[in-house]
């Protein structure tokens, strides 16, 4: 059974740029997209980016400018970098296995709240 | 970008009863649809997806249909464990987006 954690600090300062990881267990990162989601506080979910094993990404247009996602496949992780963040950027993040051929998530990681606050 | 919609924003409804959610996209997403279910404090899991079929460990009480812009998750006999929040998703176009929800909360 494929498992997802995500892990980072839970408050950010604002302007400074939020670090998350993601560590699969229980299968290969390889041969799948694997993506971040985030949900502010009571509200509805934000999908932000995805990434290959090869390192091939797409990203919402709405966050392009400041996020990075990142893999490696050696230690079965995929990273978020998301900068020059504002109170807005608050949310639960979660890390999520898109399915093989189609764009739904099939496997999601339990989420980890980031709070972005001075 | 496609928007979805769902509605109603919440719904009561009484366990054994079935409940009619809606999720309407502002372009035809064909049936690429998904529907996930979210617990209080938990991920959401994948319920359906290609409109109708359901993901492995989704229960036959739950059903899915439409195809275009209009599509509808069913719960034909609500359980205590079915009252949470429920999102569709399109997976048709870039970039992927969600619905905002419907919340099934115990009448």
């Known amino acids: 059974q494929v498992q997802l954690q995500e892990s980072g600090p839970g408050l950010v300062k604002p302007s400074e740029t939020l670090s998350l990881t993601c560590t699969i267990s229980?299968?290969?990162?390889?041969?799948?997209?694997w993506a971040w989601l985030r949900q502010p506080p009571g509200e509805g979910l934000e999908f932000i980016g995805n990434?290959?094993?090869?390192?091939?990404?797409n990203y919402s247009p709405s966050l392009r400018s400041r996020v990075a996602i990142s893999v490696d496949t050696s230690k079965n992780q995929l990273s978020l970098k998301l900068t020059s963040v504002t109170a807005a950027d608050t949310a639960v993040y979660f890390c999520a296995r898109r399915h093989k051929l189609v764009n739904y998530f099939d496997y999601w990681g339990q989420g980890t709240l980031v709070t972005v606050s001075s | 970008e496609i928007v979805m919609t769902q509605s109603p924003a919440s719904l009561s409804v009484s366990p054994g009863e079935r409940a009619t959610l809606s999720c309407r996209a502002s372009q035809s997403v064909i049936n690429n649809l998904a529907w996930y279910q979210q617990q209080r404090g938990q991920a959401p899991r994948l319920l359906m997806f290609?409109?109708?079929t359901r993901a492995t460990g989704t229960p036959a009480r739950f059903s899915g249909s439409g195809s275009g812009t209009e599509f509808t998750l069913t719960i034909s006999s609500l359980q205590p464990e079915d009252f949470a929040v429920y999102y569709c998703q399109q997976y048709n176009n870039w970039p992927l987006a969600f619905g905002g929800g419907t919340k099934v909360e115990i009448k």
């Open positions: 229980g299968g290969s990162i390889s041969g799948y997209y």
């Open positions: 990434v290959y094993e090869t390192g091939s990404t």
């Open positions: 290609g409109a109708s």
